[in-house]
């Protein structure tokens, strides 16, 4: 039976562990999740003076790891459904020019090619349609920008790959539930997610069938995670 990504119990999940969500993350992935943004910002190199957006921001992580790398007043916007991350992101934020937003990634509210670079940390496979959050995120990419996103993925090595999904799936769940109680299951919703989630040439499929082109991806740590990068192609007559 498919995950439920409902809006509804995606905005409560995400409502009921913001307070220890950004502690989970790192202690969970034992700070490798700096080293994923940091690669994912690497990949949207070289950058313009024009804005930059990351939906289903969450807590800020990704979209202050992209106004580090900034230079001049280039605004970065944050957005995401759920008001209690974006209240903590809120109060991370340091810089004027990183604006967070109350918006759903299905219905994002900017008008066509606003922004050079259009990104997602762990969050687009919580959309509950991956090709029409891909579409969106395209149509308000600039031509000639780039859409990036950063996912769990599970290993190609089999002993790594084993390993790995026997934490996942038994010791993450339980884990997870002991430290941040819920009534969403969260740290079960997370590997069931995880597994359906397409990854590799499956999702630079379906990046192409959005809108992009010379797809690419990387895998990081082994592959536990990946970043995948598109871009959309400049108008005809440029």
């Not at 599970?154 to 997870?176: E, I, K």
């Not at 959005?210 to 536990?224: C, N, P």
Request: a positive charge; one cysteine or more.
């Amino acid at each position: 039976m498919p995950v439920d990504k409902s809006g509804v119990r995606i905005r409560q999940m995400f409502g009921e562990i913001a307070g220890r969500y950004d502690f989970m993350n790192h202690f969970l992935s034992a700070g490798t999740d700096v080293y994923w943004r940091w690669q994912t910002v690497r990949m949207a190199r070289p950058f313009s003076q024009a804005p930059m957006l990351d939906v289903c921001t969450g807590t800020g992580d990704l979209a202050f790891a992209f106004r580090r790398e900034l230079s001049g007043d280039a605004p970065v916007v944050g957005t995401d459904f759920t008001l209690g991350m974006l209240r903590i992101a809120e109060r991370k934020r340091q810089n004027r020019q990183v604006v967070f937003l109350e918006a759903d990634t299905l219905a994002l509210p900017f008008p066509d090619s606003t922004f050079q670079v259009v990104s997602v940390a762990f969050g687009l496979r919580n959309v509950s349609s991956t090709i029409a959050g891909l579409k969106e995120m395209t149509r308000v990419c600039q031509p000639g920008g780039k859409v990036l996103v950063l996912e769990f993925s599970l290993p190609d090595n089999r002993v790594l790959s084993r390993a790995y999904q026997w934490y996942f799936r038994r010791v993450l769940p339980v884990l997870g539930q002991m430290l941040v109680r819920n009534r969403q299951a969260a740290y079960e919703y997370l590997p069931q997610s995880v597994s359906e989630f397409p990854s590799g040439h499956q999702l630079t499929d379906l990046m192409e069938e959005a809108g992009l082109d010379r797809t690419a991806f990387r895998r990081l740590t082994g592959g536990i995670a990946t970043v995948y990068i598109g871009h959309k192609p400049l108008q005809p007559d440029q």
